[in-house]
């Protein structure tokens, strides 16, 4: 049995340029809905196809991923793959680059800041729920591909190998990069 946890393309929209805090949302949102601007590597066209189903994200950039990577059909697309849904600031007017922003705004929820997104905790503990969901569909399918997003694949492959999977610590956090798990048998 294996398990792929593959990062999507890249992204159409592009976070570049100035924001202020109270825009920083509006951004995350219009990331998020976007679709993909590349094409998949080879490489990662032959891993998929070495994968006999996909699961992803239900973020079109997932979709659009999992799509050209060969897979006209996802098995599932659900919200418990999704990316570590960034916190924010509603207000403000504090004016730095969009990627000092996700820098500042990363660090942040390390250290506990979750306001209007996600903590750590609770996406440590999706991560939880998403391994078991791989590794059911493991199981039954024996080879599964995950199409999804940095940080919560690397939470996913840190569940995975703490329930005596065998793969990298860090599944690769650029786009189309991905990391390979394989049940270690008892």
Not at 165 to 181: A, L, S
Request: proline share 3%; charged share 20%.
């Amino acid at each position: 049995m294996d398990i792929t946890l593959i990062r999507h393309g890249k992204p159409t929209f592009e976070l570049k340029g100035k924001a202020k805090a109270r825009e920083i949302g509006e951004i995350i949102r219009n990331y998020d809905l976007s679709g993909i601007a590349d094409e998949a590597p080879e490489n990662a066209k032959q891993r998929a196809s070495a994968c006999h189903v996909a699961v992803c994200s239900d973020f079109i950039r997932s979709l659009e991923s999992a799509r050209a990577l060969g897979f006209a059909d996802v098995l599932l697309s659900d919200p418990v793959f999704r990316e570590i849904a960034t916190p924010h600031f509603k207000q403000g007017s504090l004016t730095m680059s969009v990627n000092a922003w996700g820098i500042l705004l990363r660090c942040m929820s390390v250290i506990g800041f979750s306001r209007n997104g996600e903590s750590l905790s609770m996406a440590k503990r999706r991560a939880q729920v998403a391994a078991s969901v791989l590794i059911d569909m493991a199981h039954e399918h024996q080879s599964v591909l995950l199409v999804g997003h940095g940080f919560v694949n690397y939470f996913i492959a840190q569940e995975l190998l703490a329930r005596n999977w065998v793969g990298p610590t860090k599944p690769g956090g650029g786009y189309w990069e991905y990391g390979v798990y394989r049940h270690r048998a008892t």
